[in-house]
């Protein structure tokens, strides 16, 4: 069953760093989204990308971050300099189409800023 | 705006007990309801949704959900409790991103 893939599995940077997260979303899907969870806390809404642009974004997506689809398969969500808060879990997902379809999920990419 | 409020944050059962999970929704349209369950160190995974017709929909490993309108409310049941169930459960809308609720960990006693 194909399957949302996140890399890396955890990532430890010093604050004011810049990281990559990146995510392999389902190949035939066409929505893609960003997402975190701080922990003991709910899962956010980043931000959400269709048709090689941002389509939404929350008030946490803020100019220290970018998105972009770099190819045909990756996607990636940038943190241009870490703060401490930044620390998370970060969740990519995608789907095939927006409101009543589901979401799939990623296993994340847990975030840590020393 | 669209949100929905889980009731109780923390739900301990006994193995074999029923499962209730709240989740009370606020939306001026349709809502497209969803229940999530996430698994120590993994991703979310999908339980079950509700997006038009049969008010009464089920999901994987036995759970369902019934959305009543007069309510406001999309709670999650399960007959008889697992030990295998014991999880962070989460209900979402769907605005095209996910609205999530806060979240309700389930704990299942032997």
């Known amino acids: 069953e194909p399957e949302v893939t996140q890399t890396p599995s955890h990532q430890v940077t010093q604050m004011g760093q810049e990281v990559i997260l990146r995510c392999v979303p389902i190949?035939?899907?066409?929505?893609f989204y960003w997402y975190r969870q701080i922990l003991g806390q709910k899962v956010e809404f980043l931000v959400s990308f269709y048709n090689n642009e941002i389509s939404e974004k929350s008030e946490i997506f803020d100019d220290q971050f970018s998105v972009e689809r770099p190819d045909g398969s990756n996607f990636t969500l940038k943190i241009r300099s870490t703060k401490l808060e930044d620390s998370a879990m970060y969740f990519c997902?995608?789907?095939?189409?927006?409101?009543?379809?589901?979401?799939?999920f990623g296993p994340g990419t847990r975030l840590t800023v020393t | 705006a669209q949100s929905v409020t889980q009731l109780g944050s923390h739900v301990s059962v006994s193995e074999g007990a029923l499962v209730l999970l709240r989740c009370n929704y606020s939306?001026?349209?349709?809502?497209?309801l969803f229940w999530y369950v996430q698994y120590p160190n993994q991703g979310l995974q999908l339980l079950l949704k509700?997006?038009?017709?049969?008010?009464l929909v089920k999901g994987i490993n036995g759970f369902e959900a019934e959305f009543k309108k007069s309510e406001t409310s999309f709670h999650l049941t399960k007959p008889s409790a697992h030990m295998s169930d014991a999880a962070e459960y989460f209900c979402?809308?769907?605005?095209?991103?996910?609205?999530f609720g806060a979240g309700t960990r389930l704990t299942v006693k032997p």
């Open positions: 190949s035939n899907h066409l929505y």
């Open positions: 997902a995608s789907s095939p189409g927006l409101r009543t379809y589901e979401q799939y």
């Open positions: 979402a809308v769907s605005l095209g991103d996910m609205r």
């Open positions: 509700y997006t038009t017709g049969a008010t």
């Open positions: 939306s001026s349209v349709p809502p497209y």
